[in-house]
């Protein structure tokens, strides 16, 4: 039986008493190399000695390019939505977050699945911080659905020992860029779901 258990509860709904502030539609360039992988220490097998080696991160090239057209509205009170990110693959979503300490965006999400039969725990992690570019003021100079944010997305997943028959758990880490695309269309239109997660 599975339990999942969501961590980040951001069921906000949009617009629900607030007017839109702003509100632009973007286009990046989502840029995976690789991804790295972390074995977790076996409990029965660690060693507390200090000549005990630390586990080293792997890494494979793993390239996926995705162009990602989407929508960034920020509300009066300064809340900011995201609409159009990819999670587990899907496109058509919202997700709530703030302005950072810079001026930026960041969104933050994470869940929790546990298998009681095989004590299997995974825990998914979701941070995209995303910043106006060079030379882009803010709203006021975003004037073209070609107009990009700039940032870095990273997507941890960790996994227990039950998860994996043949081993201990492991950290699994994708790390992306969001970059300006060089060959973005103008008339590509998409429609953004109201569906929050």
């Not at 960034?72 to 900011?80: A, G, H, P, S």
Request: charged share 30%; with cysteine.
């Amino acid at each position: 039986m599975m339990k999942i258990t969501f961590s980040l509860l951001i069921f906000v709904l949009l617009g629900c008493g607030s007017d839109i502030g702003h509100e632009a539609t973007f286009t990046s360039l989502v840029v995976q190399r690789e991804v790295c992988t972390l074995a977790l220490a076996d409990d029965e097998s660690s060693d507390d000695s200090e000549d005990a080696a630390e586990p080293e991160e792997e890494c494979e090239r793993y390239e996926i390019n995705t162009v990602l057209r989407y929508q960034i509205i920020e509300d009066t009170e300064k809340r900011v939505w995201i609409k159009g990110w990819s999670i587990n693959g899907s496109t058509h979503r919202n997700w709530l977050g703030t302005r950072d300490s810079d001026g930026g965006f960041l969104f933050e999400r994470s869940t929790t699945t546990e298998n009681e039969g095989t004590g299997c725990v995974k825990t998914e992690s979701q941070t995209l911080s995303l910043q106006f570019p060079y030379g882009m003021a803010g709203y006021e100079d975003a004037d073209d659905v070609c107009d990009h944010l700039e940032g870095r997305e990273t997507i941890t997943v960790t996994t227990t020992a039950g998860c994996n028959e043949s081993g201990p758990g492991t950290v699994r880490t994708v790390r992306k860029r969001w970059e300006e695309d060089p060959t973005c269309e103008k008339n590509i239109s998409i429609s953004f779901s109201d569906v929050e997660e």
